[in-house]
Structures are given as C-alpha cells and as structure tokens.
C-alpha cells in the first residue's frame, strides 16, 4: 500500500494569497494540495478541508504549514486530530515541530490549539472594542448593503449550477454573502 503526503492550505479572506503556503507544502512533498479562502473559526463551509479528509488513508500524511490554518478552535482542532489518528493517518506541520505519534507532540499540538483559540478571541474582542470606538465617535456605519446587480448575478449563477465557489471567484464577494444572498432567496 502507498501512503500519500497531501497539503492543506486556507486563508481567511479572498484578498489573501495562499502561493507561500503552497510552495512550503510542494517542498515538503505533498503529491496534491487543497486550498481554500475561508475563516477558520469553524468547520462549517470549508469544502476542501472536508475533501482532503476524505482522501486520506491509512499511513498517509496530512501537511499544513501552521495550526491555525487547520483550526482556530481547540474542539475543531481535537476532534481533526481524533479523527486522523483513528484513521492511522499523520500530522506535519511544516512551521512547528509537532509529531502526533508522540506524547509530547500531542501536547505540543493542544497548546497551539489552545493559543490559536485564544488569538481568535483577543483579535474578536479587538475588533468590537474599535467597532464601538468607531460608533461612539459617529465613524462606523457597517458594512455596505451588496448592490442588488450583484445578488441577481449570485441567483442567476446558481440556477444555472456554477458552484458556490466558482460563484464567489465571479462575483467578487465572500462565502457568508453567497450563502446569505442564497438563503434569502429560498435556494438554500
């Protein structure tokens, strides 16, 4: 049986590029690498983390660059890795020494978990600290509404059976504004 090195690499917004990661997972040997442009907060929605998990069997080796680009929660973050070791498969992380064979390598990873987790939650509280400063100076007026042009372009797209990632790619907005725009209009 031939085991595999597959890469994963994921960065939160669509203007972010995942080319660093990728070139990190092509010199670690990765025979193919999935990519994807969504939050890591949760599991939800991020299709090609789900393929790539599906793909691996047993002595095959999944590769990231960094713990946070698999997950951003300490529960995301344990049962991946549950589900991977219940499975024989590997863990590389090509940035920070771990080795999920290992009792110290496991722990080493449940730390990150636990401090990639609590990144997540200082950059949240940060972020509606700034919000309410904004607001209270009479700065913030939230985001702008989606020219309604682009929520027919998003239906028709969809009717005709683009994906939703081709459809994101297209029209230029995130995945949350696609399953919203959808959700809203009874395709979801």
């Known amino acids: 049986m031939t085991s595999h090195r597959y890469g994963y690499a994921r960065v939160s917004t669509l203007e972010q590029d995942t080319s660093i990661q990728e070139e990190a997972l092509t010199q670690a040997g990765c025979h193919r690498i999935w990519t994807e442009k969504v939050s890591g907060t949760s599991r939800d929605q991020r299709e090609e983390l789900e393929a790539v998990l599906r793909q691996l069997r047993d002595g095959d080796t999944l590769v990231i660059t960094r713990i946070d680009r698999l997950a951003r929660s300490l529960k995301d973050l344990q049962d991946i890795v549950h589900d991977l070791k219940q499975r024989g498969v590997?863990?590389?992380?090509?940035?920070?020494?771990?080795?999920?064979?290992?009792?110290?390598?496991?722990?080493?990873?449940?730390?990150?978990?636990?401090?990639?987790?609590?990144?997540?939650?200082?950059?949240?509280?940060?972020?509606?600290?700034?919000?309410?400063?904004?607001?209270?100076?009479?700065?913030?007026?939230?985001?702008?509404?989606?020219?309604?042009?682009?929520?027919?372009?998003?239906?028709?797209?969809?009717?005709?059976?683009?994906?939703?990632?081709?459809?994101?790619?297209?029209?230029?907005?995130?995945?949350?504004s696609v399953h919203n725009i959808l959700k809203n209009a009874g395709l979801k």
């Open 90 to 176: 590997h863990l590389q992380v090509t940035e920070q020494p771990i080795d999920t064979s290992t009792a110290a390598g496991k722990a080493f990873l449940d730390m990150l978990g636990v401090f990639a987790e609590f990144e997540t939650n200082l950059r949240k509280e940060r972020q509606l600290e700034g919000i309410a400063k904004a607001k209270a100076a009479g700065k913030y007026k939230g985001k702008a509404p989606l020219a309604d042009e682009k929520k027919l372009e998003v239906i028709r797209l969809f009717k005709e059976g683009v994906k939703q990632k081709d459809i994101m790619d297209q029209v230029g907005i995130g995945r949350t």
